[in-house]
């Protein structure tokens, strides 16, 4: 899965990475965005206004928010299936802006797991495959939300985790944020694990297991017994 990942570029670096992108003004440098919180996302409305979107997903027929929690990640192979994310596959894609995301390695002797820090190797902002919705609750207010894809993992990752998120290349991209709907097998050849040798990875400190930890440090390599 993917719990947590960051959004630390400089605001020109940003830009630079997607041009076409409106982008609102940024707030500070984000070392560990969790689920629930606000994370900037490019809808598939035509507009390319990005903005700002609560992570966990909600679907429009939920009657409460709190299934937004379970909702963080989609798998890739089920999307067409599953009632949560059929209907926003076909309809309300979107990009999920980050530069780096975190990862959980269990140890051999699985009393615990060791956070791992996995960005590109060239350091530049990216973009993982959304879903969004709109949320209408019951008192009249509207809340827009999104979910991570993931997939297999390339052989980086697959050292860490079973499964990891789905970066999508720019050249996928406008495919993805297509306005129009969109059959399943149309869209599943580009939810496909990225490149292996263009990512690195490598263990950190355990303080970015509390969402309320949001420093530089995070990011750090450390020893990976510590």
Known sequence: MC?????????AALQAAFPQVIFPAQSAPRYNIAP????????????????FFVWGLIPGWAKEAAIGQKLINARAETLGEKPSFRGAYKYRRCLIFADG???????????????????LKNGQPFAFA???????????????????????????????????????PP?????????????PEALQ??????????????????LVNNPA????SLIQPVKSRL
């Open 130 to 168: 959304g879903l969004w919705e709109e949320w209408h609750s019951p008192d009249g207010g509207v809340t827009p939300t999104c979910t991570i894809i993931t997939t297999a993992p390339n052989t980086l990752m697959a050292s860490i985790h079973n499964r990891m998120p789905v970066i999508l």
């Open 36 to 51: 629930s919180q606000p994370v900037l996302a490019l809808p598939n409305d035509g507009k390319l206004q990005a903005g």
């Open 3 to 11: 719990g947590r990942f960051t959004l630390i570029a400089e605001p």
């Open 213 to 216: 930890n949001d420093q530089s």
């Open 171 to 183: 050249a996928a991209q406008p495919a993805w944020l297509n306005s129009t709907p969109q059959r």
């Open 101 to 119: 995301f975190y990862e959980w390695k269990t140890e051999p002797d699985f009393k615990r797991k060791i956070p791992h820090f996995i960005r």
């Open 189 to 206: 050849s580009l939810l496909t694990s990225f490149p292996a040798d263009e990512m690195l990875a490598f263990p950190v400190s355990s």
